[in-house]
């Protein structure tokens, strides 16, 4: 994992993301990509006995991994 840069941009007092917000289900897709595991395909069940995918719609983040 490529570390110590920066993604995106923000305002001028570094509150808002002006440029490649990110979400934190890609901050989660990446972690499980590291540790080996497809957050798109791998599921759990919920307390219903219903699958459930680890990050629903987000991937990993690119320029980190």
Do not use: C, K, W
Request: hydrophobic content about 35%; glycine content about 16%.
């Amino acid at each position: 994992m490529q570390v110590g840069g920066a993604i995106g941009s923000t305002d001028r007092l570094g509150g808002e993301a002006e440029e490649r917000p990110v979400h934190f289900g890609e901050i989660f897709a990446t972690m499980y990509n590291n540790l080996g595991i497809d957050a798109s395909q791998t599921t759990i069940m919920d307390l219903g006995g219903r699958p459930r995918y680890l990050v629903e719609g987000h991937s990993p983040i690119n320029e980190l991994v």
